[in-house]
Nanobody, 121 residues
Framework: QVQLVESGGGLVQAGGSLRLSCAAS??????MGWFRQAPGQEREFVGG??????????YYSDSVKGRFTISRDFAKNTTYLQMNSLKPEDTAVYYC??????????????WGQGTQVTVSS
C-alpha cells in the first residue's frame, strides 16, 4: 500500500525558512511533486522532481522559483521541499504527490495528507 506522509510544516516569520519532508512507502517513484492550497483558492502546483537514467530534474512554478528547492534522499525514499525567503502569500496547506509513471505533466496519482505552513508578516 502506497503512503505519502508529509512533515515539517509550522509557523514562521516572513523571510524565514522551513523544510518539508515527504516520506514515501510501498514503492519508489520516478516523479514526485509538491502542491499547495490556500483557503478559498484552488490547489496550486509548486514544483516537481523526476529522475531517469541517473539524472534528476527539478522544475518550479514562477511564484517560488529561486526561493524553493526540491530534493530527494533515495536511501530514505523521502522528498524534501526547502522553502527560503518565505512570504505571507506562501501560507497554505502543502501536499506531496507521486506519479505512477513519468510524463503526464503535473498529473499525479498519490497524495499525502498535507501539512500547514503559515507565514506571519
Amino acid at each position: 500500500q502506497v503512503q505519502l506522509v508529509e512533515s515539517g510544516g509550522g509557523l514562521v516569520q516572513a523571510g524565514g525558512s522551513l523544510r518539508l519532508s515527504c516520506a514515501a512507502s510501498g514503492r519508489t517513484f520516478s516523479k514526485m511533486g509538491w502542491f499547495r492550497q490556500a483557503p478559498g483558492q484552488e490547489r496550486e502546483f509548486v514544483g516537481g522532481i523526476t529522475w531517469t537514467g541517473g539524472t534528476t530534474y527539478t522544475y518550479y512554478s514562477d511564484s517560488v522559483k529561486g526561493r524553493f528547492t526540491i530534493s530527494r534522499d533515495f536511501a530514505k525514499n523521502t522528498t524534501y521541499l526547502q522553502m527560503n525567503s518565505l512570504k505571507p502569500e506562501d501560507t497554505a496547506v502543502y501536499y506531496c504527490a507521486a506519479a505512477k509513471f513519468l510524463g503526464g505533466g503535473i498529473q499525479y496519482d498519490y497524495w499525502g495528507q498535507g501539512t500547514q505552513v503559515t507565514v506571519s508578516s
